[in-house]
């Protein structure tokens, strides 16, 4: 089971409210980011499981450098957005998709079918 997960979200409450969620299904937050520039760090050092990233960030920057790097380390991460599959750059199409609004049944399946 992925116990500790980097989150990789713009805004501040859906950040807070994941934590929260990852805390009652028994998981850490091993991290928390809103841009590319403050999640490469923390991808670099490692300590967690796998990620969920929010697909549009702050400044309409997306997270698909961080899923780059993420795929190179062969960490499995989910994509958080509320458009379809069709948001998702070519290269990730296929990869775990976490549909906005959250739930947190829905954060707990996805995790689940990592």
Known sequence: MF??????EDEPLIAMMLED???????????????VAAA??????????CAILDVNLRG?????PIAK??????????????GGDDML???FRGRP??????????VEKVLSAL
Do not use: N, Y
């Open 21 to 35: 969620f990852l805390d009652a299904l028994d998981r850490q937050c091993a991290g928390t980011a809103d841009c």
């Open 89 to 91: 750059a070519d290269e």
């Open 40 to 49: 490469m760090p923390l991808v670099e050092a490692g300590g967690f499981d």
């Open 3 to 8: 116990t500790r997960v980097l989150l990789v």
């Open 69 to 82: 790097e993420l795929a190179q380390r062969g960490i499995p991460f989910i994509f958080a957005t509320g």
């Open 97 to 106: 998709v976490l549909q906005k609004p959250f739930t947190m049944d829905g």
């Open 60 to 64: 309409g920057e997306k997270s698909w």
